[in-house]
């Protein structure tokens, strides 16, 4: 009964099928487009394209036999100038130059000179602007490291528009061209694993952790960068910085209750540090599992064993809520900011009473959604329940994403290829995707797709069903199909003309410790009344714990 009024319910929801749709290079791995909406990059089998992303014709190549681009990344650095990121099949992280219609290799990241000595780049992401990329890297000796690589894009870009830099198709060599040299790398956090110790530089671990430790598989971290936000301790440097040049860039280790900050600008020194020092310790009560960092990085949200998300809010330096989503699902396993909300003409209001949304994932398959804000009481609310039956698992979602430019909702691409828009707020499906029945979604565990907030588009490949092939040896094609999400009816009411950017962000300037402090017990005294209620919700579960546990006694005493 309860599977036919599920039934009952989809056929209910409304539909959106794509309205254009083109062929793709042969094995399309990954797509991205750049920050301003005019270039979609494309990494594939024989290398990466640029394509107009208005007319999705190519405009630039980079070819390379056996060379897959898996991971492609796209910013724009100067008028009319690009960087491009990526990771090929085997590890390693390449940038590239994008210009009149050109495209340039400019460096390899983790050239592999000896096969012996090779190190695997597992992931490169570049900052907003391209100011600065970051990339982990997991080396033979299984030494896991984070670093960031500080570009000299104003005369990068000098170069390439004066055509000192020609497009070579390797790495570059010659004195007028980029060398290494002009990358200034700075290792940021090291994580070093020799034989079956693990030690992480800045932890302090038990006896019993250690032990546990050494029982995982190699660690890995994750990065995010972070754009100035008022002037907590370290972010002083940053009143000189345009608004989206990042001022730092925060560093987790799996296995962790620490996140790191690391500053970007910092005077130079004559010796590098043998082991780097984080700028800023944010510590945790337990393992962080995974995280997400707002639009305006204001907000780090972290994702913490038995089911605990913290929210810090980087302002005040200090959590802006802790949450406990039901202990009945499994471990959290990803997480995304989903609120969109428009700037307050009071500052102080903004930093006080600002209310945030996000979307936390499961690895049961279970979705729930958090709403929290300083002085406000905490929500949480359950989105998609988790999977009970090895039978639904083609209900498991593998990509749940924040759609910007659409108000409070989010995309999700389910593992039997399914997709649909649904409404965070409301816990609705507000309509489906639908592609031809010739071309379902390629790997929809893994899926190939590009969001255009410029443009309000999503790009997604398809690949040809073979029962709809004219011959058994005719290769497979893949399609590009394109949903319009601004022009549907559907999705009206939901469209945000500007999405929030971080250039629209106004922060707080704290010039004294004690202008900082006064603010912070002026927070404290705003959700005095939400503290109260939440020690009264916490002494309450501890007597029902209490009493279950005790009754719990009473009848293994008696049988």
């Known amino acids: 009964m309860e599977a036919a009024c599920k039934e009952a319910e989809k056929s209910r929801w409304e539909t959106l099928e794509p309205s254009v749709a083109t062929e793709l290079p042969e094995s399309t791995n990954c797509l991205s487009f750049s920050e301003d909406g005019r270039y979609l990059s494309l990494g594939h089998s024989q290398g990466l394209s640029v394509w107009c992303a208005s007319s999705l014709t190519c405009v630039a190549d980079w070819l390379e036999d056996r060379l897959e681009i898996t991971s492609i990344q796209m910013n724009r650095m100067a008028e009319m100038a690009y960087l491009l990121g990526t990771i090929d099949d085997m590890g390693v992280a390449r940038v590239f130059a994008y210009h009149c219609d050109s495209i340039h290799l400019l460096n390899v990241v983790n050239i592999m000179e000896d096969i012996n000595k090779r190190s695997i780049c597992m992931t490169f992401e570049l900052s907003q602007g391209g100011h600065y990329g970051a990339a982990s890297i997991s080396c033979k000796q299984w030494c896991c490291l984070a670093r960031s690589l500080s570009l000299p894009l104003r005369s990068l870009a000098e170069r390439v528009r004066d055509g000192s830099i020609t497009n070579t198709g390797t790495a570059l060599e010659g004195p007028d061209e980029v060398q290494m040299t002009d990358f200034l790398t700075n290792y940021l956090a090291v994580d070093i694993v020799t034989k079956s110790c693990r030690l992480d530089k800045h932890s302090v671990n038990t006896d019993e952790e250690k032990t546990k430790e050494t029982n995982k598989s190699p660690r890995c971290c994750t990065q995010h960068f972070l754009l100035p936000c008022g002037q907590f301790p370290g972010d002083s440097k940053a009143k000189s910085q345009p608004a989206e040049f990042p001022v730092a860039v925060c560093v987790w280790w799996s296995g962790s209750h620490n996140l790191f900050q690391y500053f970007l600008q910092k005077a130079p020194k004559s010796k590098p540090d043998v082991e ?62 989903v609120d969109y909300r428009p700037v307050s003409t009071d500052d102080s209001q903004t930093f006080t009473t600002a209310e945030v949304h996000l979307l936390v994932a499961c690895k049961s398959g279970a979705l729930h959604t958090i709403t929290t804000g300083r002085g406000t009481q905490s929500c949480t609310m359950l989105l998609t329940e988790r999977l009970l039956e090895p039978k639904d698992s083609g209900d498991l979602p593998t990509i749940t994403e924040s759609v910007p430019f659409l108000q409070g909702l989010f995309l999700q691409v389910q593992r039997n290829g399914k997709m649909f828009l649904q409404d965070v707020i409301n816990k609705q499906t507000v309509c489906c995707l639908i592609l031809p029945k010739t071309h379902p979604i390629a790997t929809p565990c893994n899926p190939v797709y590009a969001l255009n907030s410029k443009q309000q588009t999503l790009l997604i490949r398809g690949d040809q069903d073979p029962s709809y092939r004219a011959s058994s040896k005719e290769d497979s094609q893949s399609q590009l199909f394109i949903f319009h999400f601004g022009e549907s009816d559907i999705l009206k009411q939901y469209i945000v003309s500007a999405p929030y950017s971080p250039q629209q962000q106004k922060t707080l300037s704290f010039v004294t410790l004690e202008e900082t402090c006064n603010l912070y017990l002026q927070q404290r005294a705003l959700c005095a009344d939400e503290r109260n209620k939440a020690i009264t919700q916490t002494w309450t579960q501890l007597q029902e714990t209490a009493t279950m546990a005790q009754q719990g006694h009473h009848r293994a005493a008696a049988s």
């Open 276 to 337: 780097p020092m984080p700028d800023l310790l944010w510590p945790n009560a337990k393992e962080i599992l995974c995280s997400a960092v707002s639009r305006c990085t204001r907000y780090i949200a972290l994702g913490l064993e038995n089911a605990l998300v913290c929210v810090w809010d980087r302002q005040s330096g200090s959590p802006l809520s802790v949450v406990l989503i039901s202990a009945t699902d499994s471990a959290l396993c990803r997480m995304q900011f």
